[in-house]
């Protein structure tokens, strides 16, 4: 089974500021990669994905994230981050067969004035 | 509307109890998922349905039984309830089983054990 880490469990940062949410994944076959974001009382939301194609994916709201197979990476970048963007932020990688998710612990940002 | 809404919100219920927690999804999804938030906060996959077929089952204890009655509709009922039960359950659909669009998440059920 795969698994997915991400470190760290909160990021506090201040408004503007650029941030980098890292997330690893073990698994030694191709997988599809996303990261979720959860605002206060919400269920998960889509940020973005890589499935394949360019690792470079962005999201419409600026964030991006990078595909780095050789590293087995897929870390969230976000050059200026806004108040609005304070939430939880989950990693995801699918099994084998692509039809379920296996989650990071989630890494909560905590944009700061 | 709400994508994925699931039923209800918070419970709070005693060891030995038998409970319920209800999803439905309508966006005309193929597919449903069961999700378990520990403490630590990992979602792990329990059950997994596609057109109210089993598909996924992961290992969970037999007291934890999905049911689904049509391909909207995906309940959740928990037999002889135990205090490490206690987690917050998300149901999910997306369109299809192959993951490669997006999958809706409803906002979770926290389930108190007491």
């Known amino acids: 089974a795969q698994s997915v880490t991400q470190l760290d469990s909160q990021v506090p940062v201040f408004e503007e500021a650029p941030v980098e949410l890292r997330c690893n994944y073990s698994?030694?076959?191709?997988?599809?990669l996303f990261w979720y974001v959860q605002y206060p009382n919400q269920g998960l939301q889509l940020l973005l994905k890589?499935?394949?194609?360019?690792?470079l994916v962005e999201s419409i709201n600026g964030f991006e994230a990078e595909f780095n197979k050789s590293q087995t990476s897929f870390h969230l970048r976000k050059p200026s981050v806004h108040i609005s963007d304070t939430a939880e932020y989950f990693c995801?990688?699918?099994?084998?067969?692509?039809?379920?998710?296996?989650f990071g612990s989630g890494t909560k940002l905590n944009v700061k004035p | 509307d709400t994508a994925v809404s699931q039923t209800p919100k918070y419970l709070v219920t005693q060891m030995g109890n038998d409970k319920s927690i209800k999803c439905e999804q309508n966006l005309g999804h193929d597919t449903m998922y069961w999700y378990k938030q520990d403490s630590k906060k990992f979602l792990k996959i329990m059950f997994s349905y596609n057109n109210k077929e089993l598909i996924i089952n992961e290992t969970v204890p037999n007291r934890f039984s999905p049911k689904s009655p049509d391909k909207a509709h995906l309940n959740l009922h928990i037999n002889s309830l135990e205090l490490g039960d206690s987690a917050v359950y998300f149901c999910?659909?997306?369109?299809?089983?192959?993951?490669?669009?997006?999958?809706?998440f409803g906002q979770g059920t926290r389930l108190t054990v007491v």
């Open positions: 999910a659909s997306s369109p299809e089983q192959v993951l490669n669009t997006e999958a809706f």
């Open positions: 995801a990688v699918t099994g084998s067969d692509f039809n379920k998710f296996y």
């Open positions: 698994s030694s076959v191709s997988v599809y």
């Open positions: 890589y499935l394949s194609g360019s690792t």
